[in-house]
């Protein structure tokens, strides 16, 4: 099949596309590379902050549109697939659909009908926006964001998506249950994240010589309030004070991918994120890398995906005397129980998220929508 990717999150459809081409396909990634992540990418649509930025933005989507045609599958990252107003998606939406093939979504990010689950539908306990029935500092600190997902324009946009594609494949167990009030059984899909674990070399977990454990908690700035790293790093803080002889906490901040990846190399456990019920990209790959990891692992999560056995990752929960005490207890834990997490984190992601595996579920997905 001739694939073409547009928009992608932390790799996803890069990584996604590696795979496909092993197995015969020509695949095509335009996007922005994740922004300060640099992922891989076949066509560059980078955006320069400012007004000119978004009309040279505009012009150089107009250039390569007429490239954009003749393919048998198209694939967007998220409703907001290019960084352009609702209006001017739809135009792009429509070209999309009228020049090629079938037409997927993946859901791997925030749209309106994911923000609704967590703000007013109560699918989840907590998330990135509410705790309970308070709201998150996330939206306290960025007024009108609910607003800006949930209102007539947007969701409007996000139906015209979700009533012009021919399969959505989710990522994550989150934006699958939000998705499923929205979308017929017969288009939901769930895939999981691609995780390229030939690439990612396994070490399992060995006591460093000085005994103490590095805790790295990695941060994109613009997404730190959003995926909670600034608590998690307040909470790695204080285990950090409480037993100086048992931890010692890294940031990696705003790096690109591979400078990111070279050292998460030199670390014992990877704090992800805080809100969510499953982990994510960084998460996955740290575990295939035998890191332990520290993200959502809640059992809704577990039962989607049919895991019984193995359950490598440290669950946190948005409270912070609870973060603190799950690090703690992770920081005194014994050799033989880390390096336990550390070898089924490996075996876990192979067994969910290998990119071979997680391709296939594409190809399946696309070929049910054929019929």
């Not at 690439?199 to 613009?222: C, H, Q, T, W």
């Not at 391709?359 to 070929?367: K, Y």
Request: hydrophobic share 40%; with cysteine; glycine share 8%.
């Amino acid at each position: 099949m001739k694939i073409l990717f547009v928009g992608d999150y932390s790799g996803f459809h890069a990584t996604l596309a590696r795979e496909l081409r092993k197995l015969g396909h020509h695949c095509t990634v335009v996007g922005d590379g994740s922004r300060c992540m640099d992922t891989e990418r076949d066509i560059d649509l980078s955006r320069r902050p400012g007004l000119f930025g978004g009309f040279g933005y505009l012009g150089k989507v107009f250039r390569l549109w007429p490239q954009f045609r003749g393919y048998d599958v198209v694939q967007l990252i998220n409703p907001n697939f290019l960084h352009l107003r609702p209006g001017k998606l739809r135009y792009f939406l429509r070209e999309l659909k009228e020049n090629n093939g079938l037409l997927g979504l993946s859901l791997a990010g925030s749209d309106p009908v994911s923000v609704k689950a967590c703000v007013e539908d109560g699918l989840f306990r907590y998330s990135e926006f509410k705790v309970g029935n308070e709201t998150t500092e996330y939206v306290r600190s960025t007024p009108g964001i609910i607003y800006k997902w949930l209102n007539g324009q947007m969701g409007d946009h996000c139906r015209f998506v979700y009533e012009n594609i021919d399969c959505a494949i989710s990522a994550l167990y989150e934006y699958h249950v939000a998705s499923e009030r929205y979308l017929p059984a017969t288009l939901l899909k769930y895939a999981g994240i691609p995780v390229d674990v030939d690439a990612l070399e396994f070490r399992e977990y060995e006591p460093a010589p000085d005994g103490r454990l590095n805790l790295m908690v990695g941060i994109k700035s613009e997404m730190e309030l959003f995926k909670g790293t600034d608590r998690l790093l307040a909470a790695a803080r204080e285990v950090e004070r409480r037993h100086p002889d048992r931890c010692v906490v890294t940031v990696a901040r705003d790096l690109p991918f591979n400078q990111y990846l070279r050292k998460l190399d030199q670390a014992d456990v990877a704090l992800d994120q805080l809100y969510s019920y499953t982990p994510a990209t960084n998460a996955l790959q740290a575990m295939a890398m035998g890191k332990i990891v520290v993200s959502g692992a809640e059992p809704e999560y577990y039962d989607f995906i049919g895991e019984e056995q193995l359950h490598p990752i440290v669950n946190v929960v948005p409270y912070d005397a609870q973060i603190v005490d799950t690090l703690e207890k992770l920081v005194l834990s014994p050799a033989e129980e880390l390096k336990a997490r550390s070898r089924e984190g490996r075996k876990f992601v192979e067994r969910h998220n290998a990119a071979r595996i997680v391709a296939a579920r594409f190809v399946s997905a696309w070929n049910a929508a054929k019929k």
